[in-house]
């Protein structure tokens, strides 16, 4: 029960009358002030600490022992969730206050964010790593239209993000003007296209409730982003001495597994096969998942093409054949493609011309084999499911999930006389993997003492200081021509999180961190080839990293532009016979150019740059990763090719 009190005044409640009290103020016709306007350029003096948590005097207010958001907090504590990455907003301060204090800011700890998207991106990240979500707080209207890029992202990658929103629903409640402009009669609707489930809880027990099975809804392939908004009041109210408050247990969901007929099928299929393909996207969810994967192509001897949605699977093995795929797929009889986003654009070929066209690549009497969870979920209105595709066999469940029976029907099936042939295609495939190697080093010398530095230069440098330590690389590589894919020995579930699903820009920067923090508790090297443009959408995150001393070593792939854009642009330009001279207007980020390395020095990170020769590169990573290791963020700022 609340309990009324003169002094040792509450806080949150004290913020609260405050509030109150200015927004009277506001409405209230106020007496010209004889008192000299204070100058702009001191402020105001500082408050002492004990002034701060002192009553005002004469000061009468209720306080409360527990309120609701104390018992969120205990509800999100029993889900495991280790951390809450948010940046403050008065619709969820109970619960904001609750994590630091009641819960001790531990199991959850809060992590400053300086922008919602940061955020979500973040917990994109952490979640890929971790295999598990962290939460995220978001403020009211603002927070969620703020957080709505990396949601969307997160949707169609496919990953669990635990998302909070504050929100006022009693119109009495709102202190004007401002949270009327942030509440909202239903704030999940701005969302609902892109995630997996959300709901309004109007009682504890209801959140209680709707919180776990959240979690376990977000959990479930396909995992997806999930969201409650929990309403001020509900969070900011006291607790009755005599309320029994019960938190459900949490009882994960078993992924869902293919049929055993079709999978007996599928078996059927690829070991009948003469030149059979697997194709693996967002296979491998866990290290379990990506040993299955090399223990089915091995027991095939299939050629393996990687689509990298996570990784799936060594980029040195023999059967590797991602480099080279177009040619296999051209061979394929059959074709089995594992949480394959899209399987249509994997077999066809598109042409952007004037009319865009499109064809396939594949042999006429190829049998198509599809193994997903995705085709258990569809919304209409985002189109990111891709183009519908004829397939022979479409198995609905998780990949990872149906693997131990496909493996076990394709060795049941494996008659002996098959196994010559199996080894003949095994060796034919390490040969042809051999030689794309031998090209790729060679393509890598080209442009070598170039400067601005390649991209190819760049990352051999990079894998030439990590390739001895327990290292993660944290971003993307298609905008540096996959050099690490071809270049690198990367065989560890964590080497490679993948891409960011939507393809939405200003992905890179926070996932990286939200993975490095995930990577921070097993002392790994993370590693961020981090894009310009990218890193100016949110790049606060570089002082999220530095204030909870996440180490993550960042090396900007600094083109000084968008150079998808420009070459976007270029094609127009060709198109129209205009010629591709002014294709950088509205696309570079130059003139000025961007120093990142000041940019990072003032976030509080180690920096250096920016670096154009590339002999300086290899001491600059040196002293760049000796900061990582000793538990830093650090940032080298290098001018590089386009691609």
């Given at each position: 029960m609340p309990k009324r009190k003169s002094a040792a005044i509450n806080r949150r409640d004290f913020l609260r009358s405050a509030a109150a009290g200015t927004a009277a103020l506001v409405t209230s016709p106020a007496a010209p002030s004889k008192q000299p306007l204070p100058n702009p350029r001191s402020g105001p003096p500082p408050m002492s600490p004990a002034a701060e948590v002192e009553a005002p005097s004469g000061a009468e207010v209720l306080t409360a022992d527990r309120t609701g958001s104390d018992f969120m907090v205990d509800v999100i504590k029993s889900l495991g969730i280790e951390y809450i990455c948010a940046n403050p907003g008065s619709s969820f301060r109970g619960l904001h206050e609750s994590v630091i204090n009641y819960g001790g800011n531990k199991s959850p700890e809060f992590i400053t964010c300086l922008h919602e998207e940061s955020s979500v991106a973040m917990a994109h990240g952490y979640a890929k790593i971790a295999g598990k979500p962290l939460g995220v707080f978001a403020h009211g209207t603002v927070g969620l239209q703020h957080a709505a890029m990396a949601v969307y992202n997160a949707y169609c990658?496919?990953?669990?993000?635990?998302?909070?929103?504050?929100?006022?629903?009693?119109?009495?409640?709102?202190?004007?003007?401002?949270?009327?402009?942030?509440?909202?009669?239903?704030?999940?609707?701005?969302?609902?296209?892109?995630?997996?489930?959300?709901?309004?809880?109007?009682?504890?027990?209801?959140?209680?409730?709707?919180?776990?099975?959240?979690?376990?809804?977000?959990?479930?392939?396909?995992?997806?982003?999930?969201?409650?908004?929990?309403?001020?009041?509900?969070?900011?109210?006291?607790?009755?001495?005599?309320?029994?408050?019960?938190?459900?247990?949490?009882?994960?969901?078993?992924?869902?597994?293919?049929d055993s007929g079709s999978v007996a099928e599928a078996a059927r299929l690829l070991v009948a096969a003469e030149n059979p393909v697997l194709v693996f996207d967002r296979a491998a969810r866990t290290p379990a998942g990506l040993a299955l994967l090399i223990e089915l192509a091995e027991t095939l001897q299939a050629a393996v093409i990687d689509r990298a949605g996570r990784m799936n699977f060594p980029s040195r093995h023999p059967l590797n054949q991602t480099e080279r795929g177009r040619e296999e797929l051209a061979n394929a009889d059959v074709i089995l493609g594992l949480e394959l986003n899209d399987f249509w654009g994997t077999i066809h070929s598109y042409r952007d011309q004037m009319e865009r066209t499109s064809r396939p690549i594949t042999r006429p009497d190829a049998k198509l084999i599809g193994i997903s969870a995705a085709t258990l979920f569809f919304k209409s209105n985002y189109q990111n499911f891709q183009r519908y595709p004829e397939l022979d066999l479409d198995i609905a469940g998780d990949a990872e999930a149906t693997l131990p029976s496909l493996i076990?029907?394709?060795?049941?099936?494996?008659?002996?006389?098959?196994?010559?042939?199996?080894?003949?295609?095994?060796?034919?495939?390490?040969?042809?993997?051999?030689?794309?190697?031998?090209?790729?080093?060679?393509?890598?010398?080209?442009?070598?003492?170039?400067?601005?530095?390649?991209?190819?230069?760049?990352?051999?440098?990079?894998?030439?200081?990590?390739?001895?330590?327990?290292?993660?690389?944290?971003?993307?590589?298609?905008?540096?021509?996959?050099?690490?894919?071809?270049?690198?020995?990367?065989?560890?579930?964590?080497?490679?999180?993948?891409?960011?699903?939507?393809?939405?820009?200003?992905?890179?920067?926070?996932?990286?961190?939200?993975?490095?923090?995930?990577?921070?508790?097993?002392?790994?090297?993370?590693?961020?080839?981090?894009?310009?443009?990218?890193?100016?959408y949110g790049p606060g995150v570089l002082w999220t990293a530095a204030h909870h001393r996440i180490p993550l070593l960042s090396i900007m792939h600094n083109n000084r532009a968008y150079h998808q854009e420009v070459m976007q642009v270029q094609i127009m330009a060709d198109r129209h016979s205009r010629g591709v001279e002014r294709a950088k207007i509205g696309t570079a980020i130059d003139d000025p150019g961007i120093d990142y390395s000041k940019l990072a020095q003032s976030m509080g990170l180690y920096a250096e740059g920016p670096i154009a020769d590339p002999k300086e590169l290899a001491p600059a990573l040196e002293r760049a990763i000796a900061v990582v290791k000793r538990g830093e963020p650090a940032l080298l700022d290098v001018h590089t090719q386009p691609r």
């Open positions: 990658d496919r990953v669990p993000v635990y998302i909070i929103g504050g929100n006022i629903m009693d119109a009495t409640k709102r202190i004007p003007p401002v949270e009327w402009a942030h509440s909202v009669q239903d704030a999940a609707a701005m969302l609902r296209d892109y995630t997996k489930w959300d709901d309004l809880p109007v009682s504890l027990t209801h959140f209680a409730e709707s919180a776990v099975r959240a979690y376990k809804i977000a959990m479930t392939p396909p995992m997806m982003p999930v969201l409650l908004i929990v309403d001020a009041e509900l969070q900011e109210n006291p607790i009755s001495s005599d309320a029994k408050m019960h938190i459900p247990s949490l009882n994960p969901a078993l992924p869902p597994q293919g076990a029907s394709v060795k049941s099936q494996l008659a002996t006389s098959r196994k010559s042939a199996l080894q003949n295609r095994g060796a034919r495939l390490a040969g042809a993997h051999q030689k794309t190697l031998q090209a790729n080093r060679e393509a890598a010398t080209y442009a070598w003492d170039a400067s601005p530095i390649s991209t190819a230069r760049l990352c051999a440098e990079i894998w030439a200081q990590i390739k001895g330590e327990d290292w993660s690389l944290v971003s993307t590589s298609g905008f540096v021509s996959r050099w690490p894919e071809k270049l690198w020995t990367i065989d560890k579930h964590y080497h490679v999180i993948g891409y960011s699903g939507g393809y939405g820009i200003g992905y890179t920067a926070p996932a990286a961190v939200g993975a490095a923090l995930a990577n921070r508790a097993h002392g790994r090297l993370s590693v961020n080839i981090q894009c310009d443009g990218d890193l100016m």
